[in-house]
């Protein structure tokens, strides 16, 4: 079982990653497919890591909208 840092981790990792694949703006997201799915799938492993997060950990910080 991974750290509850490393999923924290993980999410950060995932934010970062659509903030660079969408910095060339909507319409270059909206045309290309690859970008979408990337996206897309960055948003699915932050939700499968945000769900791995103990429900403690969520209660300390509860200014996050998990």
């Known amino acids: ?35 979408q799915d990337a996206i897309i799938r960055n948003l699915q492993v932050i939700c499968e890591s945000v769900r791995r997060i103990e429900t403690v950990h969520k209660e300390q910080h509860a200014e996050i909208g998990w």
Do not use: N, W
Request: charged share 25%; glycine share 2%; aromatic share 6%.
């Open 1 to 35: 079982m991974k750290s509850q840092r490393a999923y924290v981790e993980h999410v950060l990792a995932c934010i970062d990653r659509i903030t660079q694949d969408s910095a060339p703006g909507r319409d270059a997201v909206f045309s290309s497919h690859t970008l």
